[in-house]
């Protein structure tokens, strides 16, 4: 893309990125996950079991997540996301963790959000 410093031509194409997000988005379930230490740990956990049951993505709703660290926001397919988490099922990364250690879930590497 050639560099611009036309303001008009840059509201043109943040509006077009809005409203593709918009499209994809819409009227949507989202499932938000602020994760305070993947900044420091390069891993976000992502939870499938609590307390003798099935939880966190492995019963949600949601059609897309959206993981925070710190202000960027990564947001993806429900789907995608627990494809990436399934490979690491049973691995060293298959760890016990929230309150109390009561909660199963993967160590996922922030990177493979981002591939």
Known sequence: MDFNSDFKY?????????????E????????????????????????YFSRGKLSGISISEAEFYCIVIQKTLIILPSKNLKTLCRK????????????????KGILLPVIDLLK
């Open 24 to 47: 994809i988005l819409g009227n949507k379930k989202v499932e938000v996950k602020n994760d305070l230490q993947a900044h420091k740990t390069g891993n976000v956990f992502i939870e």
């Open 88 to 103: 690491y099922i049973g691995s060293k990364r298959d760890i016990k963790g929230g309150d109390n250690n009561t909660s």
């Open 10 to 22: 840059d509201l043109k194409v943040g509006q077009v990125a809005e409203k593709y997000l918009s």
